[in-house]
């Protein structure tokens, strides 16, 4: 996190007013009750759909801290709206334990949220039911993409390349991340 902190807490903030953004529009979703008109649906609809862009922040960050215990290395983007990931993680300098870390953060805070949403979410609103039905779309998603390079790299593959990863400056292309140098 060395000469990341400024950037840190900007992601820290915008999160934060996303989530309490979605608690609002949960809020007076619930006051609306059943959608009756076409206003009532497009609440329903939007809050469905930022319910679920909230689950996916949160298992960014549960990527992200699971990264940090590990002592990872990684590179926050220089703007909160520079790309759709939280961090890159260093796919040269960083060990098997450390990519199993972060990936084992950003499953655990997907069952957590999972978990939440079932046992917290109405189920009798449209609203509910978005979140919920792309929610486990996103789950499904992370078992497609994520749990396949998880399980190659437990048992001895490479590590992975790709946008959500960078690699040090004079890293052969075969290793190296597609989200650039991890210059800091």
């Known amino acids: 996190m060395d000469k990341q902190w400024n950037r840190f807490f900007a992601f820290l903030l915008r999160d934060s007013l996303i989530i309490l953004l979605a608690v609002a529009l949960w809020l007076y979703t619930l006051a609306l009750g059943k959608p009756h008109d076409l206003w009532s649906v497009a609440v329903h609809v939007a809050t469905g759909l930022l319910t ?3 689950a996916y922040l ?4 549960g990527h992200l801290l699971g990264a940090w215990v590990a002592g990872g290395a990684f590179v926050l983007p220089a703007t909160v709206t520079e790309t759709m990931f939280l961090f890159r993680f260093d796919n040269v300098r960083n060990s098997r334990a450390q990519f199993i870390s972060m990936s084992l ?11 939440f949403l079932v046992s917290a979410l109405p189920w009798n609103l449209l609203a509910s039911w978005i979140a919920l039905g792309l929610v486990a779309a996103g789950v499904l998603a992370t078992f497609i993409i994520e749990v396949p390079m998880f399980l190659g790299v437990v048992r001895g593959g490479p590590m992975p390349t790709g946008t959500a990863f960078v690699s040090p400056p004079g890293t052969p292309p075969e290793r190296a991340g597609a989200g650039g140098s991890s210059l800091i």
Request: without cysteine; negative net charge; glycine residues 12%.
């Open 52 to 54: 679920v862009f909230v």
């Open 58 to 61: 949160l298992h960014e960050w």
């Open 105 to 115: 953060g950003g499953f655990a805070s997907s069952i957590l949220v999972v978990v």
